[in-house]
């Protein structure tokens, strides 16, 4: 999980949440950066009408010399696209960075990679920024020198979806540049527009292919006009109070009567290996949720893109703009479900935007949008706030109880991380906030596949199989001396010398569990990416559970009875060797001290599915470290003032036959039926894990039938139709999208009022 190209490896900032990677239920994923690259490419556009960008050339990067020729050959479009280019030049907050060692490069800084795409995009086609100051743009057109005196700047909102500037151009004229959201800016045009329909068809042709669309606009404003609407503007800027409200009720003065330029499409690439991985999460049952800020369409294009949406798979569509009207359609969808409610449908999706889901968390719809939520098997969020990433979260965790992971790579996503069980952080464009906030840090999606299934499964099965057998070895253990209670009317004496009853769990039986937490697998990673469906076993908690640790608990007190009571046996008519002599108390405490040792690693090694050196070392070492320590022990007094009880032990206990052939059939009995029981079960009832060890030991390629078709039930069409409803089908893909920064450190309107590019950068920056 390292990616070579960023020289970014995998940190994990925690060691408690490694087995809840093995549990994950649900993922909630951000789009741009996590999904996608975030690395914007200008690849099409539509200009009055007439769409570029289609031709061979432009099959990596938008490469159409029509473009240029149409605007300088005198073709009817030629003072559009002129304008189109210009706009794209100039309506932005980039800054400009010119190279000490070549000063014909430009290194643009932009805080949204949409609008750096836009600048590079014109600069290709001859258009070039060039350099900014307070007060003034200058752009080279086609090699001759403009400058445009930036007179104000409306800032991009939520709300707003779009910003505007409005210059002075060359000539003198005052003009507005937008750029925004199609539907924003298609209700503002002016009446008549010639390109509207031919435009329409492009965007939706371009969120086809799911690219990321803009709406370019022009409007000319006379002087008088724009007098009095600047002293509006200065007062709402000036504002102490509701001053966003105000700038925003100024913009839509002058934001009107626009004349449509066209449609920019940018590409945002999917990051390698997400659509596999989207496809192997989903095969281990992990439900994946997309909660962006992007459009509707947008979302969904790269939802089909990514996998995460099949052709086949019917979409529940929810977009309510007010309460009543939301609980009504939620409660008809979850009705709908029957009997399939909360339970996988693989043949159905959810897609919800912003402002619906604000009504849907309120109390009265939360418990039908749960339902409805839970019972898809892809989910996708449009148009949502940092906030509302965060409370979507909360609301599954709560109602659904189960493990969640959440994923993203900007300071946006630091709230839907911190709310999830385990999150995880992208190290990406949009800086490292989201990084230092998750609690795994990983450089790609992708390796999100080997870190639940591989590292998250190995964990849990470590960790459960470490808890179950602590318990089983002290049980076994301590119950012993319950058992010789009874035998001492509950005396108070104690079967077993003091220090060997500390030193079991810190010296004779550590390192059996060490091994079992640290170096066990249930199956290899190459067999575990191959079939996810593994994953299951350690998401429902089969091998960890209450039913599974009551009968570990009851095995354990059946095994401490037939440790104590045959030793007991054995030693009933009190002679236990040749000369007639009779061992005391600690005599029986050691022998039946010695069986749990024995027993307690070879159970162990039963327990560990990966017999390595390390484990045969542990192992028997810790048996032969008892035996050890046992003749060791009963020679230290009067050396050392300890044990006196124990003086002489080692020769009572190795020289009596008893012993030796209880040391023989005790530990056989006691794993003997551990051994039979899995080997019937194994042959009975095996599990898809035992297939799976069984044809890695085999060396086999592929199983004989395939794991992933005899443990996952097969879904029809029957999956889909349970929602009859006729505004429900499988979606056409289509859509726009808007990206910008909002509510930044520095506003927009003052970022380009403080930067001057011809200024030399002091020396040290």
């Given amino acids: 999980m390292y990616d070579k190209k960023t020289d970014t490896p995998t940190v994990a900032k925690t060691s408690n949440l490694n087995e809840e990677l093995g549990q994950v239920k649900y993922i909630f994923s951000d789009k741009t950066g996590t999904l996608t690259c975030n690395v914007m490419e200008f690849r099409k556009c539509s200009v009055a009408g007439v769409k570029y960008g289609d031709n061979f050339e432009s099959s990596d990067r938008f490469n159409d010399p029509s473009l240029v020729q149409n605007c300088t050959k005198g073709h009817?479009?030629?003072?559009?696209?002129?304008?189109?280019?210009?706009?794209?030049?100039?309506?932005?907050?980039?800054?400009?960075?010119?190279?000490?060692?070549?000063?014909?490069?430009?290194?643009?800084?932009?805080?949204?990679?949409?609008?750096?795409?836009?600048?590079?995009?014109?600069?290709?086609?001859?258009?070039?920024?060039?350099?900014?100051?307070?007060?003034?743009?200058?752009?080279?057109?086609?090699?001759?020198?403009?400058?445009?005196?930036?007179?104000?700047?409306?800032?991009?909102?939520?709300?707003?979806?779009?910003?505007?500037?409005?210059?002075?151009?060359?000539?003198?004229?005052?003009?507005?540049?937008?750029?925004?959201?199609?539907?924003?800016?298609?209700?503002?045009?002016?009446?008549?527009?010639?390109?509207?329909?031919?435009?329409?068809?492009?965007?939706?042709?371009?969120?086809?292919?799911?690219?990321?669309?803009?709406?370019?606009?022009?409007?000319?404003?006379?002087?008088?006009?724009?007098?009095?609407?600047?002293?509006?503007?200065?007062?709402?800027?000036?504002?102490?109070?509701?001053?966003?409200?105000?700038?925003?009720?100024?913009?839509?003065?002058?934001?009107?009567?626009?004349?449509?330029?066209?449609?920019?499409?940018?590409?945002?690439?999917?990051?390698?290996?997400?659509?596999?991985?989207?496809?192997?999460?989903?095969?281990?049952?992990?439900?994946?949720?997309v909660l962006t800020g992007d459009k509707q369409e947008t979302a969904i294009n790269i939802g089909y893109s990514c996998r995460l949406l099949t052709p086949g798979m019917k979409v529940l569509m929810l977009n309510e703009q007010g309460l009543d009207e939301t609980r009504d359609t939620l409660r008809r969808y979850a009705s709908e479900f029957g009997v399939r409610r909360r339970k996988d449908n693989l043949l159905l999706a959810f897609v919800i935007d912003g402002e619906t889901l604000k009504h849907a968390l309120t109390y009265s719809c939360r418990e039908d949008l749960v339902n409805v939520l839970v019972s898809c098997k892809a989910v996708i969020c449009c148009r949502l706030s940092p906030l509302q990433k965060a409370d979507l979260v909360t609301l599954v965790r709560q109602e659904v109880k189960a493990i969640t992971l959440a994923i993203g790579d900007g300071a946006n996503d630091v709230g839907m991380i911190q709310a999830a069980h385990v999150g995880i952080g992208i190290s990406g464009v949009e800086g490292l906030q989201a990084s230092c906030a998750s609690d795994f840090a990983i450089a790609q999606f992708r390796f999100l596949n080997r870190l639940l299934l591989v590292h998250g499964s190995w964990s849990y099965s470590r960790l459960t199989n470490l808890i179950l057998y602590s318990f089983y070895?002290?049980?076994?253990?301590?119950?012993?001396?319950?058992?010789?209670?009874?035998?001492?009317?509950?005396?108070?004496?104690?079967?077993?010398?003091?220090?060997?009853?500390?030193?079991?769990?810190?010296?004779?039986?550590?390192?059996?569990?060490?091994?079992?937490?640290?170096?066990?697998?249930?199956?290899?990673?190459?067999?575990?990416?191959?079939?996810?469906?593994?994953?299951?076993?350690?998401?429902?908690?089969?091998?960890?559970?209450?039913?599974?640790?009551?009968?570990?608990?009851?095995?354990?007190?059946?095994?401490?009875?037939?440790?104590?009571?045959?030793?007991?046996?054995?030693?009933?008519?009190?002679?236990?060797?040749?000369?007639?002599?009779?061992?005391?108390?600690?005599?029986?405490?050691?022998?039946?001290?010695?069986?749990?040792?024995?027993?307690?690693?070879?159970?162990?090694?039963?327990?560990?599915?990966?017999?390595?050196?390390?484990?045969?070392?542990?192992?028997?070492?810790?048996?032969?470290?008892?035996f050890l320590f046992l003749l060791v022990y009963s020679h230290m007094w009067p050396n050392v003032d300890l044990a006196p009880d124990m003086v002489g032990m080692d020769k009572y206990v190795y020289g009596c036959p008893l012993f030796w052939l209880g040391l023989i059939l005790i530990p056989t009995i006691v794993t003997g039926s551990d051994i039979v029981q899995m080997a019937i079960q194994r042959t009975l009832y095996k599990t898809i894990i035992q297939e799976v060890q069984e044809r890695e030991l085999l060396s086999e390629t592929t199983p004989a039938h395939s794991p992933e078709r005899s443990s996952t039930r097969q879904y029809t069409e029957e999956d889909a139709e349970i929602i009859l409803s006729p505004d429900v089908d499988a979606l056409e893909p289509r859509g726009y999208a808007f990206s910008q920064e909002e509510h930044g450190v520095i506003e927009q309107s003052d970022l380009v009022r403080v930067y001057d590019s011809s200024q030399a950068r002091p020396s040290g920056l």
């Fill in 76 to 289: 009817k479009t030629g003072l559009v696209i002129r304008d189109f280019l210009i706009l794209m030049s100039v309506c932005h907050t980039v800054v400009p960075e010119l190279d000490p060692a070549d000063p014909t490069n430009i290194h643009y800084q932009a805080s949204s990679p949409d609008e750096r795409a836009l600048v590079l995009g014109a600069k290709s086609q001859g258009v070039i920024f060039a350099s900014r100051s307070p007060n003034y743009v200058t752009i080279q057109v086609f090699d001759r020198e403009e400058k445009y005196e930036i007179l104000n700047v409306l800032s991009f909102t939520s709300n707003r979806k779009r910003m505007s500037v409005i210059v002075r151009a060359p000539d003198g004229k005052i003009r507005l540049m937008t750029k925004g959201a199609d539907n924003v800016i298609l209700e503002r045009l002016e009446a008549g527009q010639q390109y509207v329909s031919k435009t329409l068809e492009h965007l939706e042709e371009f969120a086809k292919m799911g690219l990321r669309t803009l709406c370019l606009a022009v409007a000319d404003i006379d002087a008088p006009s724009y007098e009095k609407w600047s002293r509006t503007y200065h007062a709402a800027s000036t504002a102490i109070a509701d001053r966003e409200i105000l700038l925003e009720n100024a913009a839509e003065i002058i934001e009107k009567n626009l004349k449509l330029l066209g449609a920019t499409a940018i590409e945002d690439k999917l990051q390698e290996g997400v659509p596999e991985t989207i496809a192997s999460l989903s095969r281990a049952n992990i439900k994946i949720w």
């Fill in 473 to 626: 070895k002290n049980i076994c253990l301590y119950f012993i001396e319950f058992w010789f209670a009874t035998v001492s009317c509950f005396s108070g004496q104690i079967v077993f010398e003091r220090w060997c009853i500390g030193l079991y769990n810190v010296l004779f039986t550590a390192a059996t569990p060490i091994v079992l937490g640290l170096f066990d697998r249930h199956c290899s990673s190459s067999s575990l990416l191959k079939y996810p469906v593994l994953y299951k076993t350690t998401q429902s908690s089969e091998c960890f559970n209450a039913k599974v640790f009551w009968i570990g608990c009851i095995k354990s007190i059946v095994h401490s009875i037939l440790f104590f009571w045959l030793t007991a046996a054995m030693l009933h008519h009190d002679v236990a060797f040749h000369d007639g002599k009779v061992g005391n108390y600690l005599f029986l405490g050691n022998m039946v001290y010695s069986y749990v040792v024995v027993s307690v690693c070879i159970k162990g090694g039963l327990e560990s599915t990966a017999w390595t050196s390390i484990t045969h070392a542990c192992v028997w070492g810790s048996i032969a470290l008892w």
